[in-house]
């Protein structure tokens, strides 16, 4: 088997869906693997590619790891994991979709892998920050996949979404998106940096996960990140460049009344020191995450 040759161990003869799964996490785990695109450890990535190559159903995964593969599932299992340990590609491009707020979503490498506690908030339906009967208008800079506008708009469903991104192939795969989840009628997706191509229209709700991630951030982050679109990632020096661009146009951008959220994750502590008069409002999250602040409009200057 010519997958066999990039594992340190034999893979298992005859195995159940478990048995492949302790499989590919140790060998993953022995070859320093880096997780985090949608999955958090090393078992979590090698469940996710098991299910995924046997068409297996995560609801019935109780039954689903019992169950022998036949030969020819076993190979296409190995194969994939041995792409995962050479390319270094996260599983998520492997498999070509993602789940994110309870939504299915096709990614691939125009985009990056939808993670962001964005979805808590979300289901939230950003409640106690914001009255949701009164969201009538919402804007998603840097939409990439589309996850957080197309999550947004099933969360509101009286709500007109307008989701920006610079990326025209980042753009693409938000179309797919978004006609996937049939919201093509108030999802509207545009090009142009920030706040450019909206002109002048305002929002009840305006969300973010832009590129917050410094030079020298960038130079440390494992191979896997470097498979996603650096414009994605990349913020400048000290990872504020856009984000920068987002505080200097939200309050002009924002209906009375109305609020911003933003992700900026490690770079949190860069932003205060830049902005010490902003009161930024630093939210807390049930199922991790975090680096994601609030902004009233009557708070931003």
Known sequence: MAAARHFRSIPPERPTVADLIRFGAKEFERAGLAFGHGTGSAVDDAAALVFHVLDLDHADAE????????????????????????????????????????????????????????????????????????????????????????ACARAFPKAAVDAVDVSGHALEVARRNVAKHRLGRRVRLLQGDVFEPVEDQRYDLIVSNPPYVSEAEMRALPEEYHREPALALRAGRDGLDVVRRILAGAKRHLEPGGALFVEV?????????????????????????????????????
């Open 63 to 150: 039954r689903a790891y019992g169950r022998r593969p036949s030969a020819r599932g076993v190979e296409r299992v190995l194969e994939t994991f041995a792409e995962r340990i050479e390319r270094r590609v996260p599983a998520a491009y492997l498999m070509g979709r993602m789940w994110f707020a309870g939504l299915e979503f096709e990614v691939d490498e125009r985009v990056i892998v939808p993670r962001s506690p964005f979805a808590e908030l979300i289901h939230a339906r950003f409640e106690p920050w914001i009255e949701p009967s009164r969201v009538r208008r919402i804007l998603d800079i840097g939409t990439g996949s589309g996850c957080i506008a197309s």
């Open 265 to 301: 994750g490690d770079s949190d502590v860069r932003l205060q020191k830049a902005f010490p008069k902003l009161p930024f409002t630093w939210l807390e999250f049930e199922h991790g995450g975090g680096g994601v602040f609030m902004l009233r409009r009557s708070e931003l200057h």
